[in-house]
């Protein structure tokens, strides 16, 4: 993990020491976040790690619903909080964990009261909430799942009314929520370009390289979606 400080316009970098238990867990770090409290999250290859930016020292966090893994560590890949102030967590091999609100604080310890989900799939690679408040995940095996909070269950949106057979992701690696378009959840997929799934109307289109339009997308691997203050999507 590499610190930059506009100040000193200088990088620190974090590296994982074997002899030393507050170093961070591993060197492949797939997410940051940082929540609403200001504690920095930090999810690896081989677990989860919370900062502490007074001392420069990383805290193992386990979550007390994982099965007993110690030969095989949680591989974090992302971290998301709602707006309830909870924390979403997707690992590759081990599905999606929530931790509540209340069970996030300063002197919780090196242990996280979560509940794990079963979603069919138990590799997460990217978690969002759209605009009725519900947390949609994108797996590996290119499906989308969206949290129905009364019934505490996941339910797919990729079907094959919504989402024809040619368009079909191998992976979502990233969903895109944009505000002014409050329906749309874009993906980002690799192979099959960006995905535009209405969920509203329970409706799907696609975004696509063609080689015979220079002003179509430049290629069908996409991994990040934002837009601007113009307006514009990158």
């Not at 930090?42 to 007993?68: A, H, M």
């Not at 560590?73 to 924390?87: C, H, R």
Request: contains cysteine.
């Amino acid at each position: 993990l590499a610190f930059y400080n506009p100040l000193t316009e200088a990088f620190t970098n974090f590296l994982h020491d074997d002899t030393n238990p507050q170093s961070i867990k591993d060197n492949y770090v797939w997410t940051i976040l940082e929540d609403s409290k200001g504690t920095l999250w930090v999810g690896t290859r081989k677990g989860l790690c919370r900062f502490d930016p007074d001392n420069k020292i990383f805290e193992s966090v386990n979550l007390s619903s994982q099965p007993n893994i110690k030969n095989n560590p949680l591989n974090v890949q992302a971290i998301f909080e709602d707006k309830k102030g909870s924390l979403w967590i997707g690992t590759r091999n081990a599905g999606l964990f929530k931790v509540d609100n209340e069970n996030i604080k300063p002197n919780t310890g090196s242990s996280l009261i979560a509940t794990q989900f079963n979603i069919g799939n138990a590799d997460v690679r990217t978690i969002v909430e759209d605009v009725g408040g519900a947390v949609c995940i994108g797996t590996f095996g290119g499906r989308l799942y969206r949290y129905n909070e009364e019934e505490e269950t996941f339910h797919s949106l990729l079907t094959e009314r919504t989402n024809p057979a040619d368009a079909d992701p191998k992976n979502i690696r990233t969903i895109f929520y944009d505000r002014f378009l409050p329906d749309i959840l874009w993906l980002g997929t690799e192979e099959a370009g960006i995905i535009l799934v209405d969920t509203k109307r329970n409706e799907s289109s696609r975004i696509e390289f063609n080689p015979l339009y220079a002003t179509s997308l430049s290629g069908n691997m996409v991994y990040a979606i934002c837009r601007d203050r113009s307006g514009v999507y990158w």
